[in-house]
């Protein structure tokens, strides 16, 4: 009798009632899941901000429980009637919904990104060189070797006629393609800018209506998507998105177009940086099981076949080419999707490793890696090389840089709640050029592009541009860097000289 008497007390049905702010549907735009239970019970606590994240989620929703439980309590004392406790639950859905779901996503859209946000050092100026007006720097999205860097060439997109074209750092002289005709055309639609709104799936929660839309977007006046392209230091490559379909490389120093046969659902193989050959598992990038490399020149010359079963086992992707070092850049990881292992790896740890192998079949060099593969990115200028990793909104782990130049190792983290937009390793390999903008897409924080040295990690270059810019950043030989810059109306791409006290 007395436990029934409990359970009918107001303060009881109160707390229970009060329950139901658990079992709120949310949109999984917004959070990832479908209902606020699994919000709370699924949380990213694999960095400090998804611990704050969590943290401040789950005192705010006590916070109304424990306001509505008190509202409840009052009910419930002037009208003691248990058919009102489903009629209290439907009416704090209404009462605490809407006002947990948009506290929820203000806290983690706004207020815990300013309380986790670092500082940055102060602004460090080089010559100016010479800009472009009217451009923006392009930066090749995958791992490779430095063979950009090392010939003194960026790609840029010009902005006035939508063209790809390569930079020289002497006055910003400017390489376009010559080839005319229906190549020209096709480069300058795949480079493009819309004129419309560029929508995606993300747009369609409370976090973009009420915070994202407001928040100003420089894409195709500062950066371009680059994933799919392939940029060597007088070619550039990519997969045909409509007829005639295939892989294509368009020349510029020696303009002209070639077609390379590919099935519309497969990435295109891996152009050398010479731009002479072409290497595939078999007209693909990546291989389950498949451990001999074809290597295809573009013009004269018979086919390579590179054994790299020495490689081990574990899915492998195809990174870079290198005609001169006659040997490949290949990642090999285990692969939870497509169920494939790498025994050796996970057995130390490692879910993925960087490996260099020659034309022989030898192991040239070995760099084991932990975390996802996909946010990691390598630039090889034998003997040194500079590893980074980058993330997505709310992805633990970023973002870190790992080198070794000169056979001196370093590391360094850039300022909380910046992302890594590119990285570019001089060819001396004393110098690495890093861009960072705001990891949390809030619009409030000024993008930077710096530079350390490997030698001690201290910084010898940096300038602040406006926020979200996604600014790309490249070397220019040993001498100068390139970096995009941006006016508030358009973007331009500004060559500075490196000073012999930066080395």
């Keep these: 009798m007395t436990g029934r008497r409990r359970l009918s007390s107001p303060a009881v049905k109160a707390l229970l009632s009060s329950s139901i702010i658990y079992l709120l549907p949310v949109n999984p735009v917004d959070f990832g899941a479908r209902f606020w239970c699994r919000v709370l019970l699924s949380p990213n606590l694999n960095d400090t901000f998804g611990a704050m994240v969590w943290a401040a989620r789950f005192a705010w929703t006590l916070l109304l429980q424990g306001l509505l439980a008190a509202g409840l309590y009052l009910l419930f004392r002037r009208a ?78 010009s902005h006035a006629t939508d063209e790809p074209m390569i930079l020289f750092p002497e006055g910003c002289r400017r390489i376009a393609y010559a080839g005319g005709g229906a190549g020209q055309d096709e480069l300058r639609d795949r480079f493009k800018r819309p004129l419309g709104p560029d929508i995606h799936w993300e747009d369609a929660g409370l976090r973009y209506s009420l915070f994202d839309a ?57 152009l050398s940086g010479d731009s002479a050959w072409l290497a595939s598992f078999g007209r693909a990038p990546y291989s389950e099981g498949e451990r001999r490399v074809e290597i295809v020149p573009l013009r004269g010359k018979g086919p390579l076949e590179v054994d790299i079963s020495k490689a081990g086992q574990g899915f492998v992707a195809l990174q870079g080419l290198s005609a001169g070092r006659s040997s490949l850049l290949i990642r090999r990881q ?24 020659g034309f022989d079949g030898q192991i040239v060099w070995r760099l084991p890696r932990t975390g996802g593969a996909d946010d990691g990115r390598l630039v090889l ?114 060559v500075v000289k490196v000073p012999a006290s930066a080395n």
Excluded at 88 to 113: C, T
Excluded at 338 to 352: C, I, K, M, T, W
Excluded at 415 to 421: S, T
Aim: aromatic share 12%; proline share 8%.
């Design 334 to 357: 285990s692969s939870r999707l497509l169920q494939v292992h790498a025994p050796d790896l996970e057995a130390r740890g490692f879910s993925h490793e960087y490996l260099e192998i």
């Design 214 to 270: 407001k928040v100003p977007a420089n894409r195709y006046r500062t950066w371009s998507p680059e994933y799919g392209y392939q940029f060597t230091p007088d070619s550039l490559a990519f997969h045909r998105q409509f007829a005639p379909g295939g892989c294509v490389v368009f020349g510029f120093d020696s303009p002209g177009e070639r077609d390379v046969p590919a099935e519309s659902g497969a990435r295109c193989p891996v």
């Design 80 to 157: 003691n009637r248990f058919w009102l406790v489903p009629v209290a639950a439907m009416l704090a859905i209404v009462v605490a919904g809407l006002p947990l779901i948009l506290g929820a996503v203000w806290l983690d859209a706004r207020a815990v990104p300013r309380l986790y946000r670092g500082r940055e050092g102060p602004a460090i100026e080089w010559p100016e060189v010479c800009r472009a007006g009217g451009a923006h720097l392009l930066a090749p999205a995958d791992s490779r070797y430095g063979s950009l860097e090392r010939s003194g060439r960026a790609w840029m997109v």
């Design 381 to 494: 200028d034998a003997p040194n090389w500079v590893w980074w990793q980058s993330a997505y909104l709310r992805t633990p782990g970023c973002c870190r840089i790992e080198w070794n130049a000169g056979g001196r190792p370093g590391s360094h983290t850039v300022a909380r709640g910046r992302n890594i937009v590119s990285v570019s390793l001089d060819p001396a390999g004393r110098l690495i050029a890093v861009s960072v903008s705001d990891r949390h897409w809030t619009g409030e924080v000024p993008d930077s592009v710096y530079v350390i040295r490997t030698s001690d990690g201290g910084e010898v270059f940096r300038q602040f541009l406006p926020a979200l810019t996604q600014p790309r950043v490249q070397f220019l030989g040993p001498g100068f860097l390139a970096y995009t810059g941006f006016d508030g109306a358009d973007g331009f791409v500004r």
